[in-house]
């Protein structure tokens, strides 16, 4: 089945650092999500992009789909940017997300 | 903003009770998902739907039924719970682009 790997499993940075997430599935995605998980445990879909680039406010993401890779960047990192980042993938005409298990990122002030 | 509610926000149960976790989603969305999520496993599909009386299997279908019964509601029952069904779960519903719109979860706990 589909597999999602998502690097690093955690990060630390200082306010105002940019943060690089990694996500690397197996097969081929016709569908590329970011998701926010918040430390009290709400999701948030960020954006959909299962090709090329995209950005909204401070997140830029990156899918390079032959090589099965997507990238998500937050620049000027806050406080606020502190929870999980789940990344999710599906392929073909299949409805169904497989999700990586997330990178925990905090940023101290 | 697409609007998904789960209830109850928390459940405590006995092993071998009966448990039904409910959804609803009030922005027309075709489909519909329950996952679960768990420390080391990440979030995990159990099942899922095309629209009212259709249900599709997950990847972690034991032990869990559901029923979408309008287009509005989903419903994940637990006929005979279990400690291992312990966990942390999410609906979700999503348009034809697939973008995921979530509850806010539903805390289970089986002792």
């Known amino acids: 089945g589909q597999q999602v790997q998502q690097s690093p499993a955690s990060l630390v940075l200082q306010e105002g650092e940019n943060a690089e997430l990694q996500c690397n599935f197996s097969s081929t995605a016709t569908q590329l999500q970011w998701f926010y998980q918040s430390p009290g445990g709400s999701l948030v879909s960020l954006l959909s992009?299962?090709?090329g680039t995209k950005h909204t406010g401070r997140l830029t993401s990156t899918t390079v789909t032959k090589e099965r890779r997507s990238s998500l960047h937050i620049s000027s990192s806050q406080t606020t940017d502190s929870g999980t980042y789940l990344c999710a993938m599906s392929g073909g005409s299949n409805a169904k997300l497989t999700f990586g298990k997330g990178t925990k990122l905090s940023v101290k002030s | 903003e697409a609007a998904v509610t789960q209830s109850p926000r928390n459940k405590v149960t006995v092993t071998g009770g009966n448990v039904t976790l409910s959804c609803r989603q009030t922005?027309?969305?075709?489909?519909m998902y329950w996952y679960r999520q768990d420390t080391g496993h990440g979030l995990r599909l159990i099942h899922y739907s095309y629209g009212a009386g259709n249900l599709q299997i997950g990847d972690v279908p034991d032990g869990y039924k559901a029923t979408r019964t309008t287009q509005e509601d989903f419903f994940l029952l637990l006929e005979l719970a279990s400690p291992s069904q312990t966990s942390l779960y999410f609906c979700?519903?999503?348009?034809?682009?697939?973008?995921?719109?979530f509850g806010h979860g539903t805390k289970l706990s089986v002792l």
């Open positions: 979700a519903s999503s348009d034809a682009s697939e973008r995921l719109f």
């Open positions: 922005n027309s969305h075709n489909y």
């Open positions: 992009n299962p090709s």
